[in-house]
C-alpha cells in the first residue's frame, strides 16, 4: 500500500476519515472478544474517493488500539500492483513471503524455534525462486535449478509452511492485518487472481484482510471469470463490507482551498483568494473537481508549472487554464490554435469570440471558464483591462501561459521590480533592457496609468 505522509493524511482529515476509521477498528475490536476467526473487511468506494487514507487511518487506529501490547498484533501493506502477476501460485507465495517477513521480526519462546526455522527456510526458498526467474528465463533451467537447490534444502510445502506459521500466530496471540489496496489498477485477471488467494486464506488462523475496493469494478473483472454469479463470488469472500462516505461538495472545496494557499504561500506569490473563490462559486471552476483524485491530478501539474511563471501572469487566468488543460486538454490546444490564428490573420480588431466560437467547445464547464478567461465580444477591445492585470486574452501577454517562460523581448516583473525599487541601480536595470533589445516594450510598461496600484 502506497505510504501517505502525516500531512497528507492531517489534510484529506477534512473529509472526516479519522472518525471513519476510528469506528471501523472499534467495531474490529469489539468483533474479537467474541470470535478469533479470520475476517475478510472490505472499503468499498469509487475510484479517487480516497480509500489509501482511509486505510492508512485504520492503521494508525489499531497502533492506538493495541498500544499497550504491542507484540500482539502486526499490520502488513501488501501491494498486489507491485506483482503484476495473474499466476495464483505467485500471488500466494508473495503473500507468504509478506506475512514470514512480519513474522521474522517476532521473538520467539525457545520451544516454537523449530517452527520459526521452517518459515525463514522456506522465505528463502521464495527468494531463490524469484532470482531463478530474473536469471534464466528458459523454464527447462528454472526447473533444473531448482531441482538442485531442493537437494540441497529441506523446503516444506506452502501448506505446511502456513501450518507453522499458524502454530506461531497461535502461540503468541498475534492478530496480524493485512491491507490490500491498489485493487483498481489491476486488470480483470489479475483482480480475479487476487480475491482467489484470499479466498484460499480465509482460514488462516488470526489474520484478517482489509481490501479497499471499487465494487463495481472488481464485479465486473470477475464477471469474465464467475458470468452471472460474479457478485455472489465476492459477497461469499467479503464478510463486513464499509462503504466510504460520500464526499460533499464543502469537502472537496475546503481541501481545495487548503492545497491552494498552501502552494501559493510556498511561491510568494500574490494573490487575493476571493479572486480565486468567485471563480470556483460563480464561474464554474468547482464542477471539475469531483475526488480527491482529481486535485491531486490539478496540484501535481500545477506544481510543475506555476514556479515558472507565476509572478508574470495573471494568477486567476493561469489557474483556470491549467484547469481546462488537465480535465480536457483538447479545449486547451484547440484556445491556443484559435489565438494563434487570429493573430497570423491580423484580424484582433474586429473579430470577437463570440456565442457561435464558444459553441465549438463541447465541455460546459469548459465554455463557462472560456468565458471567464476570454469575455464574449471583447477580442475588439484588446487592451479593455489593464496592462498590469496581465490577463491571458491580451495578446501581449497569451504566449506566456502556453511557453511557461518570458520572450526575449519582453519584460519580467522582476526587472520591473529592481528598477522602481528605493535604492536600487536603475542605471544598470536600463543597460539591461537596453542591450536585450527590450526597451519599447519597458518603455510601454513605465507608461501604464495604472502602475501606481502595484509600485509606489
Do not use: C
Request: charged share 25%.
Amino acid at each position: 500500500m502506497r505510504s501517505i505522509s502525516p500531512d497528507k493524511i492531517a489534510e484529506k482529515d477534512l473529509l472526516g476519515r479519522d472518525k471513519f476509521a476510528h469506528q471501523i477498528v472499534n467495531s474490529l475490536m469489539h468483533v474479537f472478544q467474541y470470535q478469533v476467526e479470520s475476517l475478510v473487511i472490505g472499503i468499498a468506494g469509487q475510484w479517487g474517493t480516497g480509500k489509501s487514507t482511509l486505510l492508512s487511518f485504520i492503521e494508525k487506529h489499531l497502533h492506538e488500539a493495541y498500544n499497550h501490547n504491542l507484540e500482539n498484533y502486526r499490520v502488513i501493506r501488501f501491494n498486489p500492483w507491485a506483482s503484476t502477476s495473474v499466476d495464483v501460485d505467485d500471488i500466494q507465495r508473495s503473500l507468504l513471503e509478506t506475512v514470514i517477513k512480519e513474522l521474522e521480526q517476532i521473538k520467539w519462546k525457545h520451544q516454537i524455534k523449530e517452527a520459526d526455522n521452517k518459515i525463514k527456510n522456506y522465505l528463502k526458498y521464495l527468494q531463490y525462486l524469484k532470482f531463478l526467474k530474473h536469471v534464466h528465463p528458459v523454464t527447462e533451467k528454472i526447473g533444473n535449478a531448482l531441482e538442485e537447490y531442493l537437494k540441497n534444502s529441506s523446503v516444506d510445502t506452502v501448506d505446511e509452511v502456513k501450518r507453522q506459521a499458524e502454530q506461531l500466530l497461535k502461540e503468541k496471540g498475534i492478530q496480524l492485518f493485512i491491507m490490500v489496496d491498489d485493487l483498481d489498477r489491476l486488470t480483470p485477471e489479475e483482480i480475479t487472481a487476487i480475491f482467489k488467494v484470499i479466498k484460499m486464506n480465509l482460514n488462516f488462523v488470526h489474520t484478517h484482510f482489509i481490501v479497499a475496493y471499487d465494487k463495481q469494478v472488481v464485479i465486473e473483472a470477475l464477471k469474465k471469470k464467475f458470468g452471472n454469479n460474479a457478485e455472489d463470488y465476492l459477497e461469499k469472500i467479503i464478510q463486513v463490507d464499509f462503504t466510504m462516505p460520500e464526499i460533499l461538495e464543502e469537502h472537496i472545496s475546503a481541501i481545495f482551498f487548503s492545497r491552494l494557499i498552501k502552494l501559493i504561500d510556498s511561491l510568494e506569490i500574490k494573490l487575493e483568494i476571493r479572486h480565486i473563490e468567485s471563480l470556483w462559486r460563480y464561474h464554474g471552476l468547482q464542477e471539475y473537481f469531483r475526488t480527491i483524485r482529481d486535485i491531486n491530478r490539478y496540484f501535481n501539474s500545477l506544481v510543475f508549472s506555476l514556479p515558472n511563471i507565476g509572478n508574470d501572469i495573471n494568477i486567476a487566468d493561469f489557474l483556470t487554464l491549467e484547469a481546462i488543460k488537465v480535465f480536457d486538454y483538447h479545449a486547451y490546444d484547440k484556445l491556443y490554435l484559435d489565438f494563434v490564428s487570429k493573430r497570423r490573420e491580423a484580424v484582433w480588431g474586429s473579430s470577437a469570440f463570440d456565442a457561435k466560437a464558444l459553441q465549438e467547445y463541447s465541455n460546459t464547464t469548459t465554455k463557462a471558464l472560456l468565458q471567464f478567461l476570454i469575455p464574449l465580444n471583447q477580442y475588439d477591445k484588446i487592451r479593455y483591462s489593464s496592462i498590469q492585470d496581465k490577463r491571458l486574452h491580451d495578446p501581449e501577454f497569451f504566449p506566456r501561459y502556453y511557453s511557461l517562460y518570458i520572450p526575449s523581448h519582453d519584460i519580467t516583473e522582476e526587472t520591473l521590480a529592481r528598477f522602481l525599487q528605493v535604492g536600487k541601480n536603475r542605471k544598470q536595470v536600463l543597460s539591461e533592457v537596453v542591450i536585450h533589445g527590450k526597451g519599447i516594450n519597458f518603455l510601454r510598461r513605465l507608461a501604464e496609468p495604472e502602475l501606481n496600484n502595484s509600485y509606489t
